[in-house]
């Protein structure tokens, strides 16, 4: 990207074209999102801390946020404003030979990295179950997706530019080439809003697949345990990472028999039969309704447990008792 942007420029000073400037300033855009991207993913790699306990996963969503706002600004307003002054203030464009090999060299560099960004959606979108459209529509890798938008616009606005140059080329018409610059402008933009309205619904909260929130669901209430279960939620914390939270109806029999499994009844006989005052059966009392209260949150540790080891993507278990 870096180099487009050098060698696109360097065409824009020779021929004064405005779609070789806005391709010049696409691939500016390009350059630094590139860096912002490695800085979202570097950042998203921490380890959780004690102000950011669930990590700092979203980090690569911030990024691709900014990515497309970026993408607006500087891509799309430079090229629409580029484009609008050469339909008010035509000019002759000059020898056209060496910003058409730029492109070509440009839409053989972005043609590949495309290739290699459909490629890997394709992988993780198959190991997911999903659609290629779901898979991105739905922002699951946001930096790749930003690779992948980037680059098909990237290649399309070499096609623009190259059609709307060859026009002034062969009309003497330089209003077909400020036409050019309004179109990569155009497509620039349409890239940043996708980027912009998928990212902040990631950053929203985003619920997972019935499929698999239903799979968690009855996971639960197959268990002897629970008697039934309230209030599911389930919401995809990007990169793969899901946290489940609902509030779980204990069966009290069950957790009891779980206990008294534990003791030795023949002595638990004796211990009442030794209670012969109130003080006394209320010291019975507290201790086995104490010692089955951590009966019951050992159940729920297990149950947490249980759904994390069954489904890698649950990373964060909140199971609440009613």
């Not at 060496?98 to 440009?106: E, F, K, T, V």
């Not at 062969?170 to 080439?177: A, E, F, H, Q, R």
């Not at 919401?235 to 069966?251: C, I, L, P, Q, Y």
């Amino acid at each position: 990207n870096g180099l487009n942007f050098f060698f696109k420029l360097l065409a824009w000073v020779y021929t004064g074209s405005a779609s070789m400037f806005s391709e010049a300033i696409h691939s500016l855009a390009d350059t630094c999102n590139q860096a912002l991207l490695a800085l979202g993913i570097s950042q998203s790699a921490r380890t959780p801390d004690p102000s950011h306990p669930y990590g700092f996963t979203n980090m690569r969503y911030i990024a691709s946020l900014i990515s497309g706002v970026g993408i607006f600004m500087m891509g799309a307003g430079l090229s629409w404003y580029h484009g609008i002054i050469g339909l008010l203030h035509p000019h002759p464009i000059e020898s056209l030979l060496w910003a058409y090999c730029i492109l070509a060299g440009s839409l053989v560099s972005e043609g590949a990295t495309l290739l290699v960004a459909i490629n890997e959606i394709r992988r993780s979108a198959r190991a997911k179950g999903l659609s290629f459209y779901q898979y991105v529509v739905q922002s699951r890798d946001p930096s790749t997706n930003v690779v992948l938008l980037e680059d098909a616009a990237a290649v399309l606005s070499v096609a623009v530019a190259a059609t709307c140059m060859g026009l002034t080329s062969l009309t003497g018409n330089p209003y077909y080439d400020s036409v050019g610059s309004l179109g990569v402008g155009t497509l620039l933009g349409t890239v940043s809003a996708f980027l912009i309205y998928t990212n902040t619904e990631a950053l929203l909260g985003r619920s997972i697949q019935p499929e698999q929130l239903q799979r968690l669901t009855e996971l639960l209430e197959s268990d002897p345990v629970v008697r039934a279960i309230h209030d599911v939620k389930a919401t995809d914390m990007g990169m793969s990472k899901v946290r489940f939270k609902a509030e779980v109806d204990f069966d009290g029999r069950v957790v009891t028999r779980s206990y008294l499994e534990k003791q030795d009844i023949e002595q638990l006989l004796q211990e009442i039969q030794q209670v012969k005052t109130l003080e006394e059966l209320e010291a019975f009392m507290l201790k086995h309704g104490e010692n089955i209260i951590d009966t019951l949150g050992a159940e729920v540790d297990r149950l947490e447990k249980d759904l994390k080891q069954r489904n890698p993507d649950v990373r964060h278990v909140d199971l609440e008792i009613l």
